[in-house]
T-cell receptor, first 116, second 115 residues
Framework: NAGVMQNPRHLVRRRGQEARLRCSPV?????VYWYRQLPEEGLKFMVY????????ESGMPKERFSAEFPKEGPSILRIQQVVRGDSAAYFC??????????????FGQGTRLTVV | GNSVTQMEGPVTLSEEAFLTINCTYT??????LFWYVQYPGEGLQLLLK?????DKGSNKGFEATYRKETTSFHLEKGSVQVSDSAVYFC??????????????FGQGTTLQVKP
């Protein structure tokens, strides 16, 4: 794809620590989506952001999880006080502004979070 | 609510065999439908899509037809290769225009192709 960049690719955290996952969308894309993939499962939608705004966070756990997409810089998914159940692959996707029809979202390679 | 159901895997085939991976959906309105492929250790790549009933998406020898009457979007390929071994995800979007919006994924089907 044209370059959704996620980092780090792999992240190990101890229980109770914070995890910060970064996503730089394709240049010119103003929409960012975060998904979580638990082992042996499909991807589950977490949150949809546009620059400086959260549009839909219906899939985000109410506690410990937050996301932002500032005017400058990457989108950040933040997990506070991680627990073992947070271990998963977290994927970011980006798409162009609304009104550009027939385009798809491009996915990054994911961040694999392991909580020990 | 909207949902996607795929056939369970793994699906194991010999090279040059015919492939079908079933996908059915439940949705209100007129969703767009997608197949994504995930190679080991990689992110998802869009394989093909269809935005309205009776559309056929195709790419790299794979095809899927948007069947509204049976709410299905089965993936097919006439002759698989070892390099097709991957996990395949069926997905739908609420936005019929083709802008993906929020995607709802099936659980994924693992395909293993043996030489």
């Amino acid at each position: 794809n044209a370059g959704v960049m996620q980092n780090p690719r792999h992240l190990v955290r101890r229980r109770g620590q914070e995890a910060r996952l970064r996503c730089s969308p394709v240049k010119g894309h103003s929409h960012v989506y975060w998904y979580r993939q638990l082992p042996e499962e499909g991807l589950k939608f977490m949150v949809y952001l546009q620059k400086e705004n959260i549009i839909d966070e219906s899939g985000m756990p109410k506690e410990r999880f937050s996301a932002e997409f500032p005017k400058e810089g990457p989108s950040i998914l933040r997990i506070q006080q991680v627990v073992r159940g947070d271990s998963a692959a977290y994927f970011c996707a980006s798409s162009p502004p609304a009104g550009q029809r027939n385009t798809e979202a491009f996915f990054g390679q994911g961040t694999r979070l392991t909580v020990v | 609510g909207n949902s996607v159901t795929q056939m369970e895997g793994p699906v194991t085939l010999s090279e040059e065999a015919f492939l079908t991976i079933n996908c059915t959906y439940t949705a209100t309105g007129y969703p767009s439908l997608f197949w994504y492929v995930q190679y080991p250790g990689e992110g998802l790549q869009l394989l093909l899509k269809a935005t309205k009933a009776d559309d056929k998406g195709s790419n790299k020898g794979f095809e899927a037809t948007y069947r509204k009457e049976t709410t299905s979007f089965h993936l097919e390929k006439g002759s698989v290769q070892v390099s097709d071994s991957a996990v395949y995800f069926c997905a739908l979007s609420d936005k019929g225009s083709g802008n993906t919006g929020k995607l709802i994924f099936g659980q994924g089907t693992t395909l293993q192709v043996k030489p």
